[in-house]
Structure formats: structure tokens, C-alpha cells
């Protein structure tokens, strides 16, 4: 039953880091890097209609996530792993998806002569798939029984960089989306009606905002304290002190 298990859980995982990877392929292939600046947020659009099916199911397969901890196939915290797949399926088929204006045109965060800082879905998918790929490689080897200490290095330092990139992309994502949400209020349920109830998702989605406020700060630091630990103890081959999947 074990050797089931790990066969499964290795074949999972090589195959969404495989996914994430090809996604992360797609996005290079399609986009444009020299041209005007409008010419190159164009080109935006055209990654999304290059990613967008491999995208929806890579990320959504992460659904059976919840399903293996819940089943105790691995040792992640129910409440936790469903809350990190649902934010991220609230991103993409909740916003991106949703809003055209999320996957058209980027946020310009600042402006350096003719040198743009931004934040799109470029960015978004370059932070999603690179971490993906990292961690989806690092637990394929696990159920090998093995802990390459490059991979092992990557889990832990990568996110540094990435896990700020990747939220920091979401939320201008759902800045991007937000008037068109606004203006045509979807997935909303007006009043009066029999059920005498009322939802605004233009207002919920303010809300999943201000919960990022809170979890990213906690996450990050709680992860920068694990890789002190995990890195110190790393090099002996240690997998007893690794964060659960």
C-alpha cells in the first residue's frame, strides 16, 4: 500500500511540474520583449490565449491537494492547503479569467525614462510556474527517496523572491480586473429575490484583498524562519525537519 502511495503521489507530482513547466515555456515563447511599450503590453493578450487551457488545468488540478491531505496522503493541514488553492483559483478563474482587463494590459508601477516597472500577468506567471516547478520537482524526488540539495536549496530561497512577486502580481491583477467587475457586477445576486439574500462580488473580492494583508507578512516570515532551519540541517540529508507538503 506504501509503495502504491509514494508511485501515486510521484506520478502527481511529475506530471504538474512537467504542466507548470510548459506553461512557464508558453510564456517566454509568446512574448514580446522589443517593440514600443504598447506594442510589447499587447503581446499580453497573446501569452493568455497561449496559456490560458494548460494554465486552467494545471492550477485546478491542485484541487486533489486538498483531497491527499484530507485523505492523509501527505501531512499538510487541511485548512491550510485549501486555503492556498482556493486564493489562487480566486486569482485565476475568479479575476484573470473573468476580467479581460487582468490578462490585456499591465500595472505600471513606476516609470524610469523609457524603462517600465510592472506588474501583469507576465509577472504572475513567471512567479507561479517557477515556484511550481521547483516544488512540484522537490516532492517528485522525495517520494524517490531523494533531497537534492540544489532542489532542497531552491524550495528554500526562491520564494524570497518569488512568493512577493506572485502576491504582489495578484493583487495588481485584481486592481486591473476590479472596474470591470464593478461596472458588471458577475456572479452577484440582487435584492429582492425568494431567497431574500444578497451577494456583491465586487465587494468580496475587496474583502479576499484585505486578507492577503495579514497572511502574506505571516507566511513570508514563517518561511524565512523554516529556511534557517531546513538549510542548516540540509546538507546531512535530513528530511524529517522539511515543511509538509
Known amino acids: 500500500m506504501a509503495g502504491l502511495k509514494s508511485a501515486y503521489l510521484f506520478t502527481y507530482n511529475t506530471v504538474l511540474c512537467a504542466a507548470w513547466a510548459y506553461v512557464l515555456v508558453l510564456t517566454f515563447k509568446n512574448v514580446q520583449t522589443k517593440g514600443s511599450p504598447q506594442e510589447r503590453w499587447d503581446s499580453i493578450d497573446k501569452v493568455w490565449q497561449a496559456v490560458e487551457v494548460p494554465l486552467k488545468v494545471a492550477q485546478t488540478a491542485a484541487v486533489l491537494e486538498v ?7 501527505v501531512r499538510s493541514p487541511v485548512a491550510i492547503t485549501a486555503t492556498q488553492v482556493a486564493s489562487r483559483l480566486f486569482i485565476l478563474w475568479g479575476i484573470v479569467d473573468l476580467a479581460p482587463e487582468a490578462h490585456r494590459k499591465p500595472l505600471v508601477v513606476a516609470q524610469l525614462g523609457q524603462t517600465y516597472l510592472e506588474l501583469s500577468l507576465l509577472s504572475l506567471l513567471v512567479a507561479w510556474c517557477c515556484s511550481e516547478v521547483i516544488r512540484y520537482s522537490f516532492f ?15 524550495r528554500y530561497t526562491a520564494f524570497l523572491v518569488l512568493y512577493p512577486l506572485g502576491v504582489s502580481s495578484e493583487l495588481a491583477s485584481v486592481a486591473l480586473a476590479l472596474p470591470t467587475i ?8 440582487e435584492m429582492p429575490n425568494k431567497m431574500n439574500f444578497a451577494f456583491d462580488y465586487y465587494y468580496a473580492c475587496w474583502m479576499v484583498v484585505l486578507l492577503y ?4 507578512p505571516q507566511l513570508y516570515f514563517y518561511m524565512v524562519a523554516q529556511r534557517r532551519k531546513v538549510l542548516r540541517s540540509g546538507r546531512s540529508g535530513s528530511m524529517g525537519k522539511l515543511k509538509p507538503q
Open 182 to 189: 464593478r461596472a458588471t457586477r458577475p456572479w452577484s445576486i
Open 67 to 73: 483531497v491527499h491531505s484530507a485523505a492523509g496522503l
Open 213 to 216: 494583508l495579514p497572511g502574506f
Open 140 to 154: 517528485a524526488f522525495k517520494e524517490l527517496g531523494m533531497q537534492p540539495y540544489v532542489l532542497l536549496w531552491l
